[in-house]
């Protein structure tokens, strides 16, 4: 099921990062904080009966050549054992959409 992360997907996203961009980059403190305090990201991931198994984040930029945000796809990650399923695409077209209803 793809979905908003939210804070509970802290442990879990950390461990898709650490495969996705190396061990060491960043801490589930990190992740937790900033999907309940970052308002200029949305991380959207792929839940498969309990087990996430990618993420995409997208950023939500904010300039004087815009009025309102300008969501763009920084990151897409699925897990290899789940790749070639349409998990990708699946959390890209969600993403689009959740960010074309909040972010017009």
Known sequence: MVRVATVRDAEQLSILYD??????ETTIDNITNSIANNKQEV?????EN??????V????KKSFC??????????????PMYRKKGIASEMITFAE???????P
């Open 19 to 24: 495969e996705f961009n190396g061990k060491d």
């Open 43 to 47: 991380v959207i991931v792929d839940d």
């Open 50 to 55: 309990g087990v996430l198994v990618g993420f």
């Open 57 to 60: 984040c997208v950023q939500l």
């Open 66 to 79: 815009y009025e309102k945000y300008m969501p763009q796809i920084a990151e897409v990650y699925v897990n």
């Open 97 to 103: 959409e959740y960010c074309t209803r909040n972010y």
